[in-house]
């Protein structure tokens, strides 16, 4: 599919090649009849970007605001501002266009939702000029005058203002200054911006943006007029301009679609404030050593060269005052290094490496630890390898020369990987600038190494943590100290062999898969598939690195490869320099891709069997649809010394996996830019999307803020994404380094949500603790609150009593405890939806906390009372059980010991916790056996993984609504095997045990039909009625005596289905008590549990796998 500049361009061509265009403008009428096709067919754009976007932007400008005024350029016949939510609509009390086509302007007079202005809008039929004064378009005046706005909007109407940054700089000579700020926002088609200087406060970009058009001759006429912008005279039609549209634009459904990648920048009165900065710091102009060439496509403000460390602050102090964002240019490989109308630092000149032998780092008196190195951000991975080679060291580091800093502080997976582990590994320390702009020491630094200037951060663990796998995202690294290890030889060996077919694929890697399980971990096998000379082939290169005992011997493995590789073909011994160019990609796929001769675009999945047929398969199809010849898969092997590190130890979080698998788009240099790059990049998307289900992760070397990689980020660091985004929001507040890898900054609802009932005494609170200690030794964060401390300070106040001694002093609480409950009543009568308001300012204190647990929970149902106010949150009841002796014992008076909270009990209606928990035992063992055994299993990462099968459909049905598709589970591949066993592991009993499964057609089907097989008990089946919306059952089909029958159902929402299989059950004779439900995915804002409660079921215990906020 082409972009439509390259349609443009093609259209232009093409007129000049038969006739010389006319030197004029479009008419009103061409103009208008084209504008209306585009905007129809980029509906998407709008939807998913712009109007997004824009509302954001607008929200922001409120936080400093009540209201704001606007003025927009060139809307055409609606403005864009329409289609914003109502709410901030009404925030707009001024509005003033600039629209030279007049058509345009009538109608935009005649409609305009803007409900709150203070006067009526202003339409100036005039175009925006450079100077004080606009024309209109006939040559008067057009009597406009500029003045101050708090929002300028370019919603595509820069084309045709050249030199575009000029007009920005106009526009932001017309936003106000204070208090904080107006801003210029300006969306346009990417890549097509130029801001020449200007520096951006945020940019945005929309990447797969398409434009759609009908394919018709006279539509298309239309169409090919508008795009090209050429004037041809009125009524005459370039048929030859159809053929182009057809040829370029990929057709489907009797439309032709055309790429449109969409950026919106922002710009405030800090975007002309580079030159403070160029003042201080030296600049470079070789953005042509930039090696990724996608990068270099990122027009940036300006690329600083610091030589000193000063400089590296002195840009992010310039950052910080201007309100902007940096990139950091380590090797330059990534595409987010470069980024446009953003200032890179490059740290080029920080090239230094120096060996530190053991001993002469003060800190290390032992003799026998390794030597460290200390090596400057600018070096290269080739520089760093033969710097310490020559003195017989090395770091397990990853496969290019040219690769840069970027490599080490997000993983790295190289050939000493199984041995030594990955590169971030390998970090023991750094000097770092961190993005407030001090200089930190973090870890070990020996003291060459150490900055006079540089401090240790009170939260240096945390840093150190970070930097071993999410390194780019917390500061500016000048320097990082690795360990070494014995730099070793290599003996490679390359076989490559034909794969004739799915079948044949599956059998080579199936054996591959085995050979590479049992190898140990000084040999690793890579795999490679490619396709050469009209065969798909799969190419596998064994490593061998030799210690010093077993030099000469062959690894036992190599028969085994053999066996179904055949002969190897090529086999060599070399050192860590020689190993660069003997990688396979080098030296035997395709003649090598060296040489600068191809580019590339690579995503990275972590696989655990790559001889399951589901993997292979996925593969084997996707080299079938590459987009160009070169595309291959890289599998590099993983397991050994990678998986010894504990998934929380570092921010690599990633590590049970066997191959890494490298999706690599290729295409020739001349190709760069062009549709084939385009593709190239869309299928290892594709490809990756497809495999992400099936993973064990993402790898997130080189994602950036593209929406592209938004799911890959979302699984790249396994169990630390909160921990981090904690540390992100932190650390990072003002978001210097906004184009690293994503962490969310967005702090999320807590995850669990753990109601804490019991009798008064059971021991609640002292549960919960434990519970929570629990949590954070599995490096979740969680808190404890009281749900009766806000009222218990209430009465303090009010009666005089002592807060203390009602927390702390068992006998005195229980003494107020009558007065307490009245203060309550009291309180609840005055303000009836007290506790729901209490129960939701919990939950928004929690923000950015993993678990939060809730004692005191005076409601009975909480479950049921509660979970819709926190629907992206899974909200259970565990009930705290105590003997009357125990209770008694530990001070509970005999007056209020069947109480369950702290303040008072009512029971509405018979309610089933989702966990019973016996506090008999003194001790915490069976707390945390507790706590291990059920709460755990919450963030089991096969839960995540079930949960990331379900794709979301925005705006289905209906606009506002992300619909998800529980069917989409059992269509993954492994799907419905992992959704039961997850039934069956997270259903509170033994699913076994059960007389039978019931479940009601269609979506419960599925997944019962499975499951019943899975535990080999009967399945009975509700069916749905010929006619209207009844169901039915077949009335022998349970016995009476059923004690325990288990309803599996794919989703709770309104709760509807879900009753009328209950009352059916009912119906058929099964006591309520004998029946629990378990479902696949529960989304609490539909309110199904109170409509259970309501039909007399709020007894019946109800599980769910999933829970989403949303329909
Ligand atoms: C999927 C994938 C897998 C890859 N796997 C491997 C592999 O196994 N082995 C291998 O050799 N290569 C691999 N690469 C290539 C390469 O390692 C990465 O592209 C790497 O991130 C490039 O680092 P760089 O410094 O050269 O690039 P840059 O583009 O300069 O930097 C990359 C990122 O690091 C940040 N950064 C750079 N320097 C600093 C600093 N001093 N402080 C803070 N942040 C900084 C940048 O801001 C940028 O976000 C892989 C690439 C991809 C996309």
Redesign the pocket.
């Known amino acids: 599919m082409a972009t439509l500049d390259c349609l443009k361009k093609a259209l232009k061509q093409k007129i000049e090649s038969i006739a010389p265009p006319l030197k004029k403008p479009l008419t009103d009428l061409q103009y208008d009849a084209g504008f209306d096709l585009v905007t129809q067919g980029n509906r998407t754009s709008y939807q998913d970007f712009i109007i997004p976007q824009l509302s954001q932007t607008l929200a922001s400008l409120l936080e400093t605001r009540t209201d704001v005024s606007v003025l927009e350029i060139g809307p055409g016949p609606k403005s864009v501002l329409g289609y914003l939510p109502e709410q901030l609509r009404q925030k707009i009390r001024k509005y003033t266009a600039l629209e030279p086509n007049d058509i345009f302007a009538e109608r935009l007079e005649a409609y305009l939702p803007l409900p709150s202005l203070e006067h009526p809008p202003v339409i100036h039929r005039a175009a925006f000029g450079l100077k004080d004064e606009t024309h209109s378009p006939c040559g008067g005046r057009a009597g406009w005058k500029a003045e101050q706005w708090d929002l300028v909007l370019f919603c595509h109407s820069m084309y045709g203002m050249k030199p575009q940054h000029k007009y920005i700089e106009r526009a932001l000579e017309m936003v106000r200054d204070s208090p904080e700020g107006g801003m210029v926002v300006v969306f346009h088609r990417q890549n097509n911006l130029r801001t020449d200087g200007l520096v951006c406060n945020t940019t945005a970009s929309f990447p797969t943006g398409s434009v759609s058009v009908p394919d018709d001759d006279k539509i298309l006429d239309c169409f090919a007029t508008f795009i090209s912008g050429v004037s041809v005279p009125e009524g005459t039609t370039v048929s030859a301009w159809r053929e182009v549209c057809r040829t370029l634009g990929r057709r489907e459904e009797a439309h032709l679609f055309f790429a449109a990648p969409e950026v919106m920048a922002t710009f405030t009165r800090h975007a002309t404030k580079l030159p403070e900065l160029t003042a201080q710091v030296p600049v470079s102009n070789e953005t042509s050593k930039?090696?990724?060439r996608q990068?270099r496509l990122h027009e940036p403000a300006a690329v600083m060269r610091p030589t000193e460390i000063l400089h590296v602050q002195q840009c992010v102090l310039w950052a910080l005052e201007h309100k902007t964002s940096l990139?950091?240019?380590?090797?330059?490989?990534?595409?987010?290094?470069l980024w446009p109308g953003v200032v890179a630092v490059d740290?080029s000149a920080?090239d230094q490496i120096q060996i530190v032998a053991s001993g002469e780092d003060e800190e290390t008196s032992d003799a026998h630890a390794s030597a460290l190195v200390v090596v400057g951000?600018?070096c290269?991975?080739g520089d760093i390898v033969e710097k310490i080679m020559a003195a017989g060291l090395a770091v397990p580091?990853?496969?290019?020369p040219?690769?840069?800093?970027?490599?080490w502080?997000?993983?790295?997976?190289?050939h000493l990987a199984r041995l030594h582990g990955l590169t971030s590994d390998s970090i023991v320390g750094a000097v770092?600038v961190s993005t407030l702009g001090e200089i930190i020491c973090i870890g070990r630094v020996p003291e060459q190494a150490r900055p006079a200037a540089a401090v240790h951060p009170d939260n240096e663990d945390e840093f150190l943590w970070a930097l071993k796998g999410a390194?780019?995202?917390?500061?500016?690294?000048?320097s990082v100290v690795f360990r070494t290890v014995a730099a070793p030889t290599y003996t490679i060996r390359n076989w490559v062999a034909p794969l004739q077919d799915f079948v044949e694929a599956r059998d080579k890697f199936s054996k591959l898969e085995l050979v590479a399980k049992k190898l140990q971990r000084h040999v690793s096998v890579d795999a490679y598939m490619f396709w050469d000379t009209d065969n798909l082939r799969l190419g596998v290169s064994m490593c061998e690195v030799p210690t010093p005992h077993d030099r000469e011997t062959l690894s036992p493995d190599y028969a085994d490869l053999c066996k179904f590789m055949g002969q190897e073909e090529t086999s060599k011994v070399v050192n860590g320099v020689e190993l660069f160019d003997t990688e396979m990609y080098m030296s035997v796929m395709h003649g090598g891709h060296g040489g600068g001769k191809t580019s590339a675009?690579?995503?990275?999945i972590f696989l655990k069997h790559i001889g399951s047929p589901g993997i292979v398969d996925i593969l084997v199809a996707a080299m079938g649809t590459r987009p160009s010849p070169k595309c291959y898969f890289h599998l590099?092997h993983g397991g050994g010394a990678i998986g010894d590190v504990a998934d929380v130890s570092t921010t690599f979080g990633c590590r049970d996996w066997e191959y890494?698998c490298?999706?690599t788009g290729v295409w020739s240099r001349e190709q760069d830019g062009t549709e084939i790059a385009d593709a190239a990049v869309q299928w290892v998307y594709k490809v990756a999307m497809d495999l992400l289900p099936i993973s064990q992760g993402a790898?997130c070397?080189?994602?950036?803020p593209s929406p592209r990689d938004a799911a890959l980020a979302a699984e790249a660091f396994g169990p630390n994404k909160s921990r981090l985004a904690r540390l992100k929001h932190s650390s990072d507040p003002e978001n210097v380094?906004a184009?690293?890898?994503p962490i969310p900054r967005t702090i999320a609802a807590p995850n669990l949500i753990v109601l804490v009932t019991g009798e008064s005494c059971a021991g609640k609170d002292c549960s919960a603790e434990r519970w929570a200690h629990t949590f954070c030794t599995n490096n979740l964060s969680a808190r404890v609150v009281s749900v009766s401390e806000r009222t218990k300070w209430g009465y303090a106040e009010a009666e005089g009593a002592d807060m203390t001694r009602l927390l702390q002093d068992r006998p005195y609480k229980e003494r107020h405890r009558p007065a307490l409950t009245k203060y309550y009543r009291n309180q609840l009568q005055q303000t009836p939806h007290f506790p729901e308001e209490h129960f939701q300012q919990l939950v928004a204190d929690a923000i950015g906390i993993d678990v939060l647990l809730v004692t005191g929970m005076r409601d009975n149902a909480p479950v049921v009372l509660f979970s819709h106010l926190a629907p992206g949150s899974r909200v259970i009841e565990v009930r705290v059980l105590a003997s009357r002796e125990v209770r008694l014992d530990r001070g509970a008076s005999h007056a209020t010991h069947g109480s369950t909270s702290d303040v008072d009990v009512e029971r509405e209606s018979a309610a089933c916790p989702t966990f019973l928990f016996s506090n008999e035992v003194p001790g915490g063992e069976a707390a945390n056996t507790f706590a291990t055994t059920h709460l755990m299993p919450f963030f089991h990462e096969d839960l995540q993984r079930l949960a990331s099968m379900m794709r979301t459909v925005p705006n289905f049905p209906s606009p506002g609504i992300d619909f998800r598709d529980v069917l989409d589970i059992v269509q993954q591949p492994d799907g419905l095997r992992l959704c039961t066993s997850l039934l069956q592991a997270h259903f509170a009993g033994d699913i076994a045990k059960a007389d039978c499964i019931a479940a009601c057609e269609v979506g419960g089907l599925v997944f019962a039909s499975a499951l019943a097989q899975q535990v080999d008990v009967p399945l009975k089946v509700l069916r749905k009625a010929f006619e209207g919306s009844r169901i039915e059952i077949d009335k022998f089909a349970i016995t009476e005596r059923a004690t325990s029958v288990v309803i599996v159902d794919d989703t709770l929402a309104t709760g509807t289905t879900l009753c009328a299989v209950l009352n059916l059950l009912v119906d058929s004779g099964v006591d309520v008590k004998a029946m629990s439900v378990i479902v696949v995915a529960e989304f609490p804002a539909h309110r199904g549990r109170e409509l259970l409660r309501q039909e007399g079921f709020g007894g019946v215990r109800v599980q769910s796998l999933l829970v989403f906020g949303g329909a």
């Open positions: 930039i090696k990724n990068a990139t950091i240019v380590g090797g330059g490989h990534s595409g987010q290094c740290m920080f951000t600018g290269k991975t580091m990853g496969s290019r040219s690769v840069g800093a970027g490599l502080l997000q993983g790295s997976i190289g770092v390194g780019t995202n917390f500061g500016i690294v000048i675009f690579k995503r990275c590099l890494a490298v999706i790898y070397a080189d994602l950036g380094l184009y690293a890898c």
